[in-house]
């Protein structure tokens, strides 16, 4: 029995782990960002708003919109390059926020607040109606086939990367690694030379050498890559940690600094006794709204632009539900712990992808996990890992 | 009370709203009774050459056990394409090549005078939907099925065809084992077990590639047999798969697969999933710093992969069945009418294969016709028989060869806005 | 003796509608054949999570995971041993029906346990956490087809299925109907209302609960035993969490606890779809164009309107004359956001040519009507009612006690 763990955990390949880490770092943090939407409302009106992962679609093609109107439509761009600044990220980050920001108040105004009174099972079927509805009304206007991407070229820092290196590679191998390249470079440039004399009696064996020296380059370079245990974070997923961090600590200030925030944590403690006291409820559930909704939109800009995601009228429904288990793996209605939910789905999603080295097959399972996860800290958790699991009152 | 009254008046204003304003009327008469599906008492053997159940004739596959439908006037043959969902771009196509190709025929007087009725299906790129929609055809009485672009959804199709006793000429359905189905099943294009050997063949000798890594979308039975195929033949050659990587379709996220295939250093990746996927792998891959060489099946064949893979894509190399760019007359004539009645040149293959898929069908019920067939198994053996048909994507030979056309493939570079022809690859060549 | 009489009418009754409804669908109208079968299954589905949701309130969203369980069970067997053995297709579909049952009420039972310690909204998300485990574990076997799916052709060609489709339903119905109207449903009912109560009066609410589960996934999973063997191919797709999501909505649509409203909206939300399917001309297959943008904005406004009228509603409560003022400055809203948005639809250029076949439209309307429904009416179409006899003749202007109840 040891043995055999011993044998699995043998056969893994620790050099990638910090980067699976990393990879599941990013993921989580788009997750956490549609989470809190879905822990937020929850809380202050217990209802699961199901169509918030709608929002989060709505929220990319909005940036997608404003990728286009910018410059960077493929028409605009005919495949050629065109230089774009952090500006224009930061447009359309502020763009899909303000946009979701509105979406998700006009669902609450019109979806939800007729349904205030009425059981909450029922809310929670219109909640399904919405998402339908913007899915498939989404389906008939939305360009989705073919699923446009955002250039890439709207991100001006593309090519730039941070490569931190924990365990280097072995020397000989780099310099190795760099004969290889300058001789396939050199070699490219004869062949290229002779292509253009038209010299077609050595042509296609020229070629031939030409590209198995460009094979053995790369596969040094990769075998560099693999042999060094270390981290590649291109600029871009690196912004997009550091927006998510600002974006949560404003929310942190937001509920716990603000008379607003002060006002949400009255209405998600009792909603009844919050409106006895003069909290305005309608006006802090639609703030609550638009804050989550706005959450989702920064996150959703960045899963389109930096994450590389192709945006289809059902681009919401897999992270949607994702987050909205991490939520409740967090505890729902607790703003840290949906956080921490949302960070844990997208470590545990890439784990097991990453343990597929040693099990095969798993990979396919990664979906199945997050649900395991879920089930096995609500049987012993009852209220989530930061939530208090109170007794239903009788 | 009063609240169901608020109900109803509130439905029939939306009703109102919307049927009134917009002109939309309720389709009349629903369901044309011409044609009946087969008729049960009939003899379960097809051509009376054998007896027996599971009888075979020459072509050393099952036959149906009905007749199917009876030939009639207009003559109905149906066509399965996906109009919606993730393989659009293809069923899109596909329906404008099979339309051109019987406008053709019907402007040229029909097949022996009786005109050609396509009716079109929606797959939704789904092999349940498609297997309803080829159900839907067979009650409406079409007398053959074209479809579909996808191997997945060709194998549900074609089981009902089966049952029914129709002939089924595939489109682009390249997976292997669907020919296996029964005596009624042919295709117009060539099977993983060419195009697979191919690329494999085009990894080792022409790019010099000896560690390739595999990623196989584990959703597609097309993408499954392809990558069985591919793995074989370059193991054949000499090479070594490093890493085999597993995803579904409809994943967006590849960051992980790709951290796992970067920690086994490959030379080459070989996608063989559908562009849907694709693009967004290689993207991503790019973003991640693997710079190797990639290439793929003809289920690469869109523009999309441009759109969804950006700039990372450009350079990758898949195996096609002929070019926009082919000087031969078919190929010529084909691209002029196209721009004559759609404008532009088809963007992926799937026109090109839909019309002669097409073609191939009307010419054969001719050639059944001809000889006084009145059925569905008769068509089936016409079909059977074809040899050197002439179709946009080379000649399809039928004729012994278990409903797989032995065709030429041929290799493409995907550039900036399109694919430019690298290599051609004969079936003889790849025998030796 | 007069309760076995009514019994027995009352079941040769049933069997005769269901005999009755093959023959005359098979032999008249066999373009509908399959949408009589599959509106059969859905009506078993709605009223057994009813049982579960409505009756004993258990908070389920993970339905379709036992109707997976079935169809796979039976599959898989059929596959497997229908070759070896010489009972007939009619009477195969009837053990099979009766496996995948007991097999889906296996897993019924699984499901069921959490729901003694969880409760509301926590159960829901473990019951669908389940559905999606089950679903993504036979994706991950290559026996059951994986991720493409398993095709399921014991008889060659697909079987007589009506009948039996139809009688299911109709024990299904009856089940719930006896236990509602017996002593055996009063813990049902109670748990649904007060858990702890219940407990206090001495009824054994894990058991009940527990109870209720393994029950109504067995009539899921006799369902879905039955939809493997008449589809032919089933795939993990055809059980996703919409398809829960669907079921539950037939539930609540129908009036959460009235078996009578989960059969209209099984049969309603089941028609609706398909029906606009057909919307389009059957020979030509030219599709019926639709402005789809004009119809978007015409469903966006009909939901603003009645959002408005809801508010009303909710707010007002003064005099009757302004408050018709307002509905109608409601609805008159409701029209100017139609005709804004459909103005603002139609300028943007790339909109304004799109139009779009009936059939793409047709989960639009579904679901604009589902929101519209729920906003009217948010405790279903029946509420907790029953249909009965008393009721009908209640509608003809007869009093109760006349009619033979």
């Known amino acids: 029995m040891l043995h055999d763990t011993l044998n699995l955990v043998a056969g893994l390949d620790f050099s990638i782990l910090p980067q699976q880490l990393v990879n599941g770092l990013l993921l989580g943090s788009v997750y956490a960002l549609i989470a809190l939407g879905y822990t937020m409302v929850y809380g202050v009106l217990r209802l699961i708003n199901f169509a918030h992962g709608e929002v989060f679609m709505l929220g990319s093609y909005a940036a997608l919109f404003t990728s286009w109107s910018l410059g960077f439509s493929p028409e605009a761009l005919a495949g050629q390059d065109k230089p774009s600044s952090w500006i224009n990220l930061v447009l359309m980050l502020v763009v899909s926020m303000v946009v979701c920001g509105l979406i998700g108040m006009a669902i609450e105004f019109l979806a939800y607040r007729p349904m205030r009174n009425q059981p909450r099972i029922a809310s929670l079927i219109t909640a399904i109606g919405v998402s339908l509805f913007i899915q498939y009304a989404g389906g008939l206007f939305l360009p989705q086939s073919p699923p446009p991407a955002i250039s890439e070229q709207v991100n001006p820092y593309r090519n730039e990367k941070v490569t931190v290196t924990l365990a280097p590679p072995p020397q000989d191998l780099v310099v190795q690694a760099k004969d290889a390249r300058a001789k396939a470079d050199q070699m490219d440039k004869a062949y290229e030379a002779a292509k253009a004399k038209g010299d077609p009696t050595s042509l296609e064996s020229m070629r031939q050498e030409t590209q198995a020296a460009k094979n053995a380059a790369s596969n040094l370079e990769t075998q560099v890559a693999s042999k060094s245990t270390g981290l590649t974070v291109p600029y871009g997923q690196l912004g997009m940690l550091l927006t998510t961090l600002v974006l949560m600590a404003l929310l942190w200030f937001i509920v716990q600094k603000t008379k607003t925030g002060r006002a949400m944590r009255a209405v998600a403690h009792d909603f009844d006794s919050a409106a006895l006291m003069g909290v305005n409820v309608g006006r802090i559930i639609t703030i609550t709204f638009v804050i989550g909704s706005a959450l989702a939109g920064a996150g959703a800009m960045m899963y389109a632009t930096v994450l590389r995601t192709p945006l289809t009228p059902f681009l919401g429904v897999t992270p949607g539900v994702k987050a909205f288990v991490a939520a409740v793996l967090g505890g729902i209605g607790n703003i840290p712990g949906a956080v921490l939910g949302g960070i844990l789905m997208g470590i545990v999603e890439t784990l097991v992808v990453w343990l597929d080295g040693v099990v095969p097959g798993l990979s396919g399972y990664k979906d199945a996990v997050a649900f395991v996860v879920l089930i096995a800290v609500l049987l012993f958790r009852p209220g989530g890992l930061l939530g208090s699991s109170k007794v239903e009152k009788v | 009370m009063r609240k169901t009254i608020n109900i109803a008046s509130f439905f029939a204003l939306a009703t109102s709203i919307v049927l009134g304003a917009y002109g939309c009327k309720d389709s009349g008469a629903s369901g044309s009774t011409a044609g009946t599906t087969g008729t049960t008492g009939s003899n379960s053997t097809a051509g009376g050459e054998t007896a027996g159940s599971g009888g075979t004739t020459g072509s050393g596959r099952k036959d149906p056990a009905k007749d199917g439908s009876d030939i009639g006037e207009p003559i109905k043959i149906g066509l399965v394409a996906s109009q919606n969902g993730d393989l659009k771009p293809w069923g899109d196509d596909c329906v404008k090549g099979a339309n051109m190709a019987v406008d053709e025929i019907n402007a040229a007087g029909g097949i022996n005078g009786k005109k050609v009725l396509l009716l079109t299906e929606d797959s939704n790129s789904d092999p349940v939907a498609g297997k309803n929609a080829a159900s839907k055809l067979v009650t409406d009485g079409c007398v053959g099925i074209l479809g579909e672009v996808a191997s997945g959804i060709t194998q549900q199709m074609a089981n009902v065809a089966f049952d029914a006793g129709l002939p089924i000429v595939a489109v682009g359905a390249t997976r292997t084992d669907i020919s296996d189905i029964g005596s009624n099943f042919f295709r117009v294009c060539y099977t993983d077990d060419f195009q697979g050997p191919v690329m494999a063949k085009f990894a080792y000798d022409y790019l010099s590639l000896r560690n390739v890594a595999i990623m196989t979308d584990n959703k597609q039975p097309y993408s499954v047999g392809l990558s069985d195929s591919f793995r074989k033949a370059f193991e054949g050659y000499g090479g070594k798969i490093v890493d085999e990587q597993k995803y579904q379709s409809k994943e967006t996220q590849f960051s992980s697969y790709i951290s796992n295939m970067k920690s086994k250093s490959p030379d080459g990746v070989f996608l063989s999933g559908y562009f849907t996927e694709v693009g967004p792998i290689v993207s991503q891959m790019r973003a991640a710093g693997l710079n190797m060489p990639v290439l793929g099946g003809d289920g690469w064949d869109s523009a999309q992969l441009q759109t969804s893979g950006g700039q990372a894509i450009v350079g990758g190399f898949f195996c096609n069945h002929y070019n926009n760019e082919e000087k031969r007359p078919e190929v010529q004539k084909f691209l002029a009418d196209w721009k004559a009645k759609y404008s532009g040149v088809p963007g992926t293959t799937m026109g090109a294969l839909g019309y002669d898929a097409a073609k191939l069908l009307c010419d054969a019920i001719k050639r059944a016709m001809d000889k006084g067939g009145k059925k569905s198994k008769d068509i089936s053996a016409a079909l059977e028989d074809t040899s050197d048909f002439a179709g946009v994507s080379g000649k399809v030979t039928l004729k012994g060869m278990k409903g797989n056309p032995a065709k030429r493939a041929l290799v493409v570079k995907v550039t900036a806005n399109g694919t430019t022809f690298e290599k051609a690859y004969e079936p003889e060549e790849l025998a030796k | ?405």
Request: glycine share 10%; charged share 10%; aromatic share 10%.
């Open chain 3, 1 to 405: 003796m007069k309760f076995w009489g009514v019994r027995g009418v009352s079941i040769l009754a049933g069997l005769g509608f269901a005999f009755g409804l093959e023959t005359m669908v098979s032999a008249g109208l066999p373009n509908i054949y399959r949408l009589v079968v599959l509106a059969g299954l859905f009506i078993t589905l709605a009223v057994s999570l009813n049982l579960i949701n409505g009756i004993t309130g258990q908070f389920s969203i993970g339905h379709a995971a036992f109707y997976m369980v079935g169809a796979y069970s039976a599959g898989f067997v059929s596959n497997q041993f229908y070759a070896q053995q010489s009972l007939g297709p009619q009477l195969w579909l009837v053990v099979m029906m009766v496996f995948g049952a007991f097999m889906a009420g296996i897993s019924g039972f699984v499901v069921g346990l959490p729901s003694l310690r969880l409760r509301g909204d926590y159960l829901a998300i473990v019951t669908l956490g389940f559905g999606e485990i089950l679903r993504i574990v036979v994706q991950n076997i290559a026996p059951l087809g994986g991720a493409y799916g398993m095709n399921v052709k014991p008889f060659g060609s697909p079987p007589k299925a009506i009948w039996i489709v139809w009688t299911l339903a109709m024990v299904c119905i009856a089940v719930c109907r006896n236990l509602l109207r017996t002593a055996h449903g009063l813990p049902f009912l109670a748990v649904r209302e007060d858990e702890v109560a219940s407990s206090a009066m001495g009824v054994n609410v894990p058991k009940t609960k527990v109870t209720s589960f393994v029950i109504g996934s067995a009539f899921a999973g006799a369902a879905g035993a039955l939809f493997a063997l008449y589809d032919t191919f089933i795939s993990p797709d055809t059980f996703k969490m919409d398809v829960s999501f669907i079921i539950l909505t037939m539930v609540v649509l129908g009036g959460t606890g009235s078996i009578t409203g989960s059969v209209l909206a099984a049969v309603a939300l089941f028609a609706i779809p398909e029906w606009l399917r057909t919307l389009q001309d059957p020979v030509t297959k030219v599709a019926i164009q639709i402005p789809g943008p004009s119809l978007v904005a015409t469903m966006l406004a009909v939901i603003v309107a009645v959002a408005l009228v809801k508010l009303i509603q909710d707010r007002f409560y003064g005099d009757k004359g302004k408050k018709l003022g307002l509905y109608v400055g409601a609805v008159g809203a409701g029209v100017a956001v139609q005709f804004l948005l459909a103005a603002l639809l139609k300028g943007v250029p790339q909109l304004a040519k799109l139009s779009f076949e009936a059939a793409a439209l047709r989960m639009v309307i579904f679901s604009a009507t589902l929101i519209i429904l729920m906003l009217l009416r948010p405790q279903g179409i029946l509420a907790h009612h029953e249909f009965s006899w008393a009721w009908v003749s209640k509608l003809f202007g007869r009093r109760p006690s006349e009619a033979n109840a």
